[in-house]
């Protein structure tokens, strides 16, 4: 096989694809396996995406995908074309201010190693969202798609309820 039919072969194999990425568009090209996560981790630098356990289990990789919570480990960049992506950098305003609930997460000491906080945090912000003022149960119910294996869940739980009255009225 010659030169130029692997490099045809290679390039027929991508697609490019449009998202808005926390407010910015972003065209690539990519290949139809590339995992979302691996997209926005390696393709556009957002290191608040983590890879955990890749099959869906932890919830590190939770980003927004047109509002919804997704594990961005379980889909592929070519499912998101065209889609409003929002990550952990997202929250943070234009003058580097954290978002109420980073800020609530750092406060009460919501994080030991880090590894599970940016889920968490995606998680938190859509809870909050559809819920303002969740109980605990709630939260817990909220959040269990995610998993710590450091904190014991108590301080996540306190960052969430205390998140939720710095938003009050935001």
Same mark, same amino acid.
């Given at each position: 096989?010659?030169?130029?039919?692997?490099?045809?072969?290679?390039e027929s194999?991508?697609?490019?694809?449009?998202?808005?990425?926390?407010?910015?568009?972003?065209?690539?090209?990519?290949e139809?396996?590339?995992?979302?996560s691996?997209?926005?981790?390696?393709?556009?630098?957002?290191?608040?995406v983590?890879?955990?356990?890749?099959?869906?289990?932890?919830?590190?990789?939770?980003?927004?995908?047109d /509002?919804?919570?997704?594990?961005? +480990?379980?889909?592929?960049a070519? %499912?998101?074309?065209g889609?409003?992506? =929002?990550?952990v950098?997202?929250?943070?305003?234009d003058?580097?201010?954290?978002h109420?609930?980073?800020?609530?997460?750092?406060?009460?000491?919501a994080?030991?190693?880090?590894?599970?906080?940016?889920?968490?945090?995606?998680?938190?912000?859509?809870?909050?969202?559809?819920?303002?003022?969740?109980?605990?149960?709630?939260?817990?119910? /909220?959040?269990?798609?995610?998993? +710590?294996?450091c904190?014991?869940? %108590?301080?996540?739980?306190?960052?969430? =309820?205390?998140a939720?009255?710095?938003?009050?009225g935001?």
């Amino acid at each position: 096989m010659s030169t130029d039919n692997t490099a045809s072969a290679a390039e027929s194999s991508t697609s490019e694809i449009s998202v808005v990425i926390n407010g910015t568009e972003v065209k690539k090209k990519v290949e139809p396996r590339l995992k979302l996560s691996d997209f926005l981790r390696y393709h556009c630098d957002l290191s608040g995406v983590r890879v955990g356990c890749e099959h869906g289990v932890c919830g590190a990789c939770t980003v927004h995908v047109d /509002g919804m919570s997704v594990k961005s +480990c379980l889909g592929y960049a070519v %499912q998101a074309d065209g889609a409003t992506i =929002e990550t952990v950098e997202g929250l943070v305003d234009d003058r580097g201010a954290l978002h109420p609930i980073q800020e609530a997460f750092h406060e009460t000491h919501a994080l030991q190693c880090g590894f599970c906080t940016s889920g968490f945090v995606m998680a938190t912000k859509e809870l909050l969202e559809e819920n303002p003022s969740p109980t605990r149960e709630e939260i817990q119910t /909220g959040l269990e798609d995610n998993i +710590c294996r450091c904190t014991g869940y %108590q301080n996540i739980y306190k960052a969430v =309820e205390a998140a939720a009255e710095k938003m009050d009225g935001v």
